[in-house]
DNA sequence: CTGTTAGCGCTTTCAT
DNA sequence: ATGAAAGCGCTAACAG
């Protein structure tokens, strides 16, 4: 592999004059340009990046932390940062954090060690305060799907209670006053905002809010399954289930239809996210829209503003969802 | 950020003692040891992974190259990746090929650039050619979903051919003689192979293949969707729909309940690749199962073995796919 | 077992 | 506009 040095023997120039056209800067003469880049294909030369970060104390690189690799959700979020990021000459470095403390902290701190320029991380099990002093050292970083108010600026996050409140709206403008509610962990931010929406609009309706039809899932679908068969088995009242995810959502129409009742006939289902299976399921699910890819794309603009400083506006922190009507609500 | 000078000196030992206890070299006095690890301690040192790969020319990563970022099928292959090379203490950098041929060659670029210890790569639209010219470079590499045969102990892939046969087979065990076919773009070597299978299926049992039953789609929901409109306006006469892939037998079976065809009373379909939404669809889809996170998985050994020289046996190149029987095949 | 020394390939002052 | 020279933080002979 040759390296700069061969190429300023080759071109008959020095080896600064190398770096220099290597990185654009300007006051080189257009003549030695010619020169270097002549040798430079001649040479089939390619710059060593490992090199280039210990000098510059820049890796061009952005260390995403996701919960998982795969499942809808990251698989969009991670192909709107990366397509972006891409179109700045910026690369990533992707790792799994399996919404485990220890983990999400080793795969920030391999992010750091890897000099990584700055970071985007969507982390569930890490506490506020651990984040907060993060944030106060070296490498700088974004949250996604994360609301702290000590650091909002660098937080891009949905309006979780609106969705869930904008969901369970639905439902109820449709005739139903008896709504079970799946929901996600309690412990996670936001499965609570989500399920307070819920409540707030049962209160808007004067609607009680009824415990007994909670079921607390861990936003997988087998949970879903779970919460719909705790349902029926004991035979509690209700004409729709609102429930905090579509993956959950899916689960609990099997679990439906799995005691044969016909969906939304019997029973309206709604979902939260609007991932992209919501479309394959029969009946095709109503949802609410989270707007991840433009999230993540928003989050990779403020580094690029912030790290890289290049000159864009409107940066924005708050997102809203959307209903999306589909089949899966019947009007009673 | 302290460098490893000043934990030499804190710790009273030359710069080597601090790098050999750094990298667990034999032969350091247990009292280096300690006073070193005590200094680092003191100091919250953190190696500069940049500086080690620089002087070491190893950079402890695998850069993975992948078509898409989302869709389920990358995702089980990334975190099959991802948790094994994990457990090794090796990483991952990945990037995305889109299935073009320039994006691809610029994924490979920066992945050799980025100096990874060795490649793992899903590309469908780079040639044969250039594949076999890249292995006689630097950067080590291997092939998933691709066979070559000059580089075959390098390739992990599946039987399509045996894939596309079972489901074809199971179709007319079932009772089925006028199937139709969803393929994806015969271009691709996959597909090719698949539909390959199919034909093959049908000599088997004395079945004429007919060309007018063929549609060839792109491997996503829609062209399934197309394919299935076209089929049916076209008034031929079918029983079943064997798909490439699961995303266009969910867009054909749309397209088939867009008709008010019952599925799977008057028609069967079958899928290919067993990804994790064929449970949700209804019916639940009867497919061929790829077992994309165990060949990720051989892949990583491979390298593992290869490139890291642990202690690997086993490496298996080729997989064979399964019959997955759910509910979308109706026995005539 | 430990220390000395020379790089790895590039960027970046500072002169000229 | 160009060149010389000093590192970036670490590894890896080599010598002792």
Redesign the interface.
Known sequence: ?ATIYEVSELAGVSLSSVSRVLNNHEHVSEKTKIKVNAAMKQLNY??????R??ASNR?DCIGILVS?????F???M??GI?TQL?AAGK??????GHSDEKSEKYGID?L????CDALILLVDAISDQDLIELSHE?TPFVLLNRYISEMKEKCFYLDNILGGYLATKQLIEQGHKDIAYISGPLKKQDATERHEGHKKALAEFNIDYNEELLYEGDFL?KSGHEGMTYFIEKQLTYTAVACANDEMA?GAM?GA?DHNIAIPQECSFIGFDNV??T????PQLSTIHYPITDMAKMSTQWILKNIYKKDISNIQNLFIPELVLRDSVQSI
Do not use: C, Q, W
């Open positions: 592999m390619r710059p060593n990046s490992i090199a970060s210990l890796t998982e690799l795969h499942g809808p990251y698989g969009d991670l192909t990366e891409r690369h990533v470095i992707i790792t799994a391999f750091v060690n890897r000099k070296s679908t899916s099997k239809r992209f299976f479309e394959y399921l029969y």
